[in-house]
Nanobody, 127 residues
Framework: AQVVRESGGGSVPAGGSLRLTCKSSGHTWYHYCMAWFRQVPGKQREGVAGIDTDGTSAYADSVKGRFTVSLDKSERTLVLEMNNLKPEDTAMYYC?????????????????????WGQGTQVTVSS
C-alpha cells in the first residue's frame, strides 16, 4: 500500500524559514505528481505547491516567490522550502501523491486529483 509521511513542521516567528519533507513509498510508478496542501480549522484544504517527475511545478499565488518545491525522484521525497513565512501561513500541511495519471499543470494543486495523503505536519508562524 502507498504511504506518505511528512516531517519538518514547527513554530517560527514571522520572516522565518522552515523546510518540510515528505517521503512516498509503496509504489513503483515512474511518472507521478506530489504536492503540498494546507488546511486551517473551518476552512477548505488549499493547494500550496505541486510538482511532477518531469520537474514541472505549480504554486498558489499566495506563496509564489517565498516557497520552493522540489522532488528527489530516486528517493521519492518531496521538499518544500518555506521562506519569509507569514502568520497567514499557519496551518496543518499535508503531502499527497497522484500516480499513474497525467494532469494539467493547474491541477497539480487541486486536492481532488490526489489519492494518497499523509497525516500532516503543523506549521505555526507567530507575529
Amino acid at each position: 500500500a502507498q504511504v506518505v509521511r511528512e516531517s519538518g513542521g514547527g513554530s517560527v516567528p514571522a520572516g522565518g524559514s522552515l523546510r518540510l519533507t515528505c517521503k512516498s513509498s509503496g509504489h513503483t510508478w515512474y511518472h507521478y505528481c506530489m504536492a503540498w496542501f494546507r488546511q486551517v480549522p473551518g476552512k477548505q484544504r488549499e493547494g500550496v505547491a505541486g510538482i511532477d517527475t518531469d520537474g514541472t511545478s505549480a504554486y498558489a499565488d499566495s506563496v509564489k516567490g517565498r516557497f520552493t518545491v522540489s522532488l528527489d525522484k530516486s528517493e521519492r521525497t518531496l521538499v518544500l522550502e518555506m521562506n519569509n513565512l507569514k502568520p497567514e501561513d499557519t496551518a496543518m500541511y499535508y503531502c499527497a501523491t497522484a500516480v499513474g495519471t497525467r494532469m494539467t499543470r493547474a491541477a497539480y494543486i487541486d486536492p481532488s486529483e490526489y489519492s494518497t495523503w499523509g497525516q500532516g505536519t503543523q506549521v505555526t508562524v507567530s507575529s
